[in-house]
């Protein structure tokens, strides 16, 4: 009796979800292309004109089709919809307010910086599929949002910074004993040769974080000294701490939530100096996830999900509807990051027969797009209903996908992303 009863749960569980994606795939609007790359996004306009925030996501890094189609799409979102500002997943926050004209950063970049930014870009750079993206970034009139925090580099050169502007603030004066005791733990962070203590790292972390705190009403004028106190906090919690873990997953979940909470930090402080901007923000299907946690984690703990709160979660919080996050998936092809170094493995991208993405192929369109907010506009059920999909790592996962994501972008066949000769 036990048997039978499983099997007709496995029946229903498939039937059910064999039924909302035949559904969404029969939504799903084709994108014309020619030479192998969509050349039309108007179908998206109705999606996207109130918009100021789009997450434009990839499921892996390597990814030389996506890198295409999405270099179109940022094109014709600047060129034809006002959108003004790309944000970077890999780009650093001070690097990038250099670029949009904080002169007064030019001496803690290397030289030439302004004209060589996008080579530290990693690990998008070095790809042959981007240098269309690459030309047209550059000859643009548009702002950038660097949403990382402190690279190692950036971080040892500003813990100088930060230490001058305190030397130079009213709060030096009156508290050189607290100043004298910073010194030498910055000067660890600086040159990055000496674990901290845990009382180090507390004392330095609670000292940042009272900056922050003190920052409008006592010592310092310039918000953006703020800012640069939170990612090196960020970069010290992340690189510095020494504090142990009770296990794998535990780790994982503070590195990531501290990580993504302070990408989301950068971004809305541009925005909110920028009222104005309308930003396209490239990165992974990951982190561009609103509500992660409705997700199935498939490589170990099948929670593991529910403990991240990733950037796109924070960013939809702060600005809800004005934001729209785009995932994108394939069916099959191969993945790989653009270099020929040892360790970088290519992966064979296949969906297996219970995902979204087998169900999509069978419209036999190269290229595709489903608006998922329009699935459940008139019927919010939808959001509760489970299926598979491999938009995360090209790993199938069971999921309500309709709750992570605004809109699925569809690549029939993707490729590795190639090295530049």
Known sequence: MKKTNLLFISILFISCSRKITTELSNKMIELKSVNGIPNNFSNLNKLINNKEIILLGEAAHGEGKTFEVKTELVKYLIEEKGFNTIAFEGMDFLQMEYINGRSTLKNNLTDNFDKEWYNFWNPWNPAKQLIPFENFIKNSKISFVGIEPYENITAMINTSFIKNELEKSNWADLNKNELLKLAPILEKINTNKSALSIEEFDYLTLQLENFIKENEFIYFKDNFFTQMVENLITHVKMNFNPNTFSNEDEETAYYVNTRDHQMARNLIYFKERNPKAKIIVWLANFHGAKNLREVTFSDGDPNMYSKLKVFGEHVKKKYSDKVY???????????????????????????????????????????????????????????????????????????????????????????IAIPRE
């Open 325 to 415: 996050s785009i995932a994108t998936t394939s069916f099959k092809g191969f993945s790989k990051m653009p270099y020929n170094l040892k360790g970088i493995e290519e992966t064979k991208i296949i969906a297996p027969k219970e995902s979204l993405e087998f169900e999509l192929e069978k419209q036999k369109y190269n290229f595709g797009f489903i608006d998922f907010n329009g699935v459940t506009k008139n019927n919010p059920k939808k959001l509760e209903e489970k299926f598979n999909s491999i938009m995360l790592g090209h790993t199938s996962q069971n999921g309500k996908w309709l709750k992570v994501f605004d809109g699925l972008l569809y690549i029939k066949e993707n490729e």
